[in-house]
């Protein structure tokens, strides 16, 4: 049965940069697409008489879609093709496309058609996407004389340039250290053991890669082994990133006071749901606040666990979080985070996802077989609702060399109704079940980033059925996209749910329901360490964009922030901010995590009032009031109508007053 037999609204195009098999390819077909975009730039812009949305929204959305597409399949390539002359390729063609969408935004008199368009009569997304339009043109400087539209293209080209050195220095710094022994292993799991053997001299080699380096934070009982370890994993980037950042901060500056801005942090909040970097500040001091009493009971069981071990010990260390937490885990809520590995084997975990979205959402998952794809791992979807397609979703889902290290999911083709159809990607790093004789076991905190992706994938599919390119998940405010994803995250934490596919690999019984209560329970302790982190992180990103460049001492602010956010000690000659990637990509709103968790768990507090998580009923609601308007309407609004009520900290503050061990 070929889906062409199916009702379908919109053709699948071919993701022909992604799918080329040459760089040649890639590097013609981008010269073609941008060629032909300029003419139709050209076109639209010679149009006499009125301005309407029919000779100048229709052409641009249209012309947007092709040049993102380039952007977005470069970007991919360059994470994840097995070749490296094709990562090249994709990392030259996505820059190109960037280069060319800055032009875009400065381009005066497409700005002055986008003006003159009357938009009374039109449709309610159709004036949405007018309105945000014409402010992400004011945004970007378009009114500005032509020698400071001039200066602002290059300082973008610059800026761009300058963030691709950095999170590269910072892939390419992978550190290690040399271990003398087997001793200095214990504690680790014997799978981790076995994987890293002695060299013809007897020496063990881990490194700063996240498979190595979170077991030994987590497990080694050996301090100084996660000391060393955590010295050179929090120099990554060091020395050389500590002037590529200084740079990278003063021309973003510079943009922003060419924009009439205080600063970078002001004009980058001012298009989000928190308006303004005073606003972020706000609520990084409120979430901090709401984190204290439970981020000092962790701190004093994680202390006492350590004198334990160490009556001489005053203090946790930075290297210390992650073993304590494991530790008193075990000994006071009797749960060990290696017990549930055994539920979870990897193909388990895919199927039973696929089950509970298909169900929540109202959506089926077909298998694509013929299609060829970079590497021989990758699984296609499509995704039906009865018979209509609604897109096609790509799975990168295991490591291999060279490719992105992290998780993430990634547009191939925006869908836009009646054009084309959308198409996802997800790229992660979950254990492989075609190396090795095992059955690719996960951690639960790897089931937990698989529903978060997954979060995003969807998102993506249900919002791509809607009349404009720019009404797409893409163009929705950034401190909302997470929330979707994040809420995601709560059936992994269901028993009943996760007794739908959560089966022993060996003796195929459900996990028990008490399991997974104990587990709920144990992770309530340290998560107020982990917020009161992540809050120095948001404070860190914030207030390095919102201060004056000029002879700012990067380590100093650190320093200063992590005492007044973190509760934990900043490791004295360390350089983080030298390998927090973020502090490129997001800039000065890593802040955008927490509030969308704040967004996610009052949202999730519609779907408690069901007797059931996997009952559709509010899963349809979900889908049709949130995930499928996309950015057509403000994500303030479409979760207030979601909730029917004006949304609020609640569970939030429920979640992180919650005392570990109680869960049920
Ligand atoms: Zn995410």
């Not at 009374?120 to 004389?145: H, W």
């Not at 500040?281 to 439970?294: K, M, N, Q, V, Y």
Request: glycine fraction near 6%; aromatic fraction near 10%; charge should be negative.
């Amino acid at each position: 049965m070929g889906s062409q037999t199916r009702e379908s609204h919109a053709p699948l195009t071919r993701p022909r940069y992604l799918l080329a098999t040459s760089p040649k390819e890639v590097k013609q077909e981008t010269e073609r697409a941008l060629a032909e975009t300029r003419d139709m730039l050209d076109a639209l812009l010679a149009v006499e008489g009125e301005r309407t949305v029919a000779n100048t929204l229709v052409p641009f959305d249209d012309l947007l879609l092709r040049v993102s597409e380039v952007s977005q399949q470069g970007d991919i390539l360059f994470n994840v093709h097995p070749a490296k002359a094709m990562r090249g390729a994709g990392d030259e063609v996505h820059q190109e496309a960037q280069r060319f969408l800055t032009e875009l935004t400065l381009n005066r008199p497409l700005y002055e058609a986008f003006d003159a368009v009357d938009a009374e009569d039109e449709d309610e997304d159709t004036q949405y996407a007018l309105f945000k339009i014409l402010r992400d043109f004011r945004q970007a400087g378009v009114d500005r004389d032509e020698a400071t539209r001039a200066k602002i293209q290059d300082l973008r080209d610059e800026i761009l340039a300058i963030g691709q050195e950095f999170e590269g220095n910072i892939r390419e710094d992978t550190r290690s250290i040399r271990l003398e022994n087997a001793e200095e292993l214990d504690g680790l799991p014997e799978d981790f053991i076995a994987a890293h053997p002695p060299d013809g001299e007897g020496t063990i080699v881990v490194t700063t890669d996240y498979p190595d380096l979170f077991p030994v934070l987590q497990y080694a009982h050996r301090e100084d082994v996660r000391r060393r370890l955590s010295w050179e994993h929090l120099n990554r980037g060091y020395p050389v990133n500590m002037e590529v950042l200084d740079n990278l901060l003063a021309r973003r500056r510079e943009l922003a006071e060419i924009l009439d801005y205080d600063s970078f942090a002001d004009y980058v909040t001012e298009d989000k749901m928190i308006e303004s970097a005073q606003s972020a500040e706000a609520f990084i001091d409120r979430i901090t606040a709401l984190a204290g009493s439970r981020s000092e009971e962790d701190y004093e069981a994680l202390l006492a666990a350590k004198q334990k071990d160490n009556p001489e010990a005053r203090r946790l260390e930075p290297w210390d979080r992650l073993y304590y937490t494991e530790k008193v885990r075990a000994a006071e809520h009797d749960f060990d985070s290696r017990e549930v590995r055994a539920y979870f084997p990897f193909e388990k975990v895919w199927e039973g996802l696929l089950t509970i979205t298909s169900k929540l959402f109202g959506v089926r998952y077909e298998s694509v077989e013929d299609i060829p794809v970079w590497h021989t791992s990758v699984r296609v979807y499509d995704v039906f609702e009865g018979e209509t397609h609604l897109g096609r979703i790509y799975l990168d889902l295991h490591p291999r060399d060279a490719k992105y290290t992290h998780a993430a999911s990634s547009g191939v083709v925006s869908g836009v109704l009646g054009i084309q159809l959308p198409q996802n990607l997800l790229m992660c790093n979950f254990p492989d079940p075609a190396k090795g004789e095992g059955p690719a076991l996960m951690d639960h905190l790897q089931v937990v980033t698989f529903f978060h992706e997954f979060g995003h994938l969807i998102h993506s599919i249900l919002s791509g059925q809607r009349r404009w390119a720019y009404n797409t998940m893409s163009h929705l405010e950034w401190d909302f996209i997470e929330a979707p994803s994040q809420l995601l995250e709560e059936w992994t934490w269901d028993a009943e749910t996760l007794q739908t596919f959560a089966r022993h690999h060996e003796l195929g019984d459900p996990i028990p329901t008490e399991l997974v209560e104990r587990m709920r329970g144990a992770d309530a302790l340290g998560r107020g360490l982990a917020v009161r982190r992540q809050m120095f992180l948001a404070a860190l990103s914030l207030n390095y964009y919102v201060r004056d460049p000029e002879g700012l001492d990067t380590t100093a602010v650190a320093k200063e922030l992590q005492r007044k956010y973190d509760i934990l000690p900043w490791y004295e000659g360390t350089h983080f901010q030298c390998n927090f990637g973020h502090l490129n990509g997001y800039s000065a709103i890593y802040y955008t995590y927490m509030w969308s968790l704040v967004i996610a768990k009052d949202l999730f507090t519609r779907f408690q009032t069901q007797g059931s998580l996997l009952d559709p009923k509010e899963g349809d609601r979900y889908r049709r009031l949130i995930l499928a308007p996309g950015s057509a309407r403000s994500a303030a609004e479409l979760v207030e109508t979601f909730l029917e009520r004006p949304r609020n900290f609640d569970a939030y503050t429920d979640w992180i007053s919650e005392v570990p061990g109680r869960a049920g």
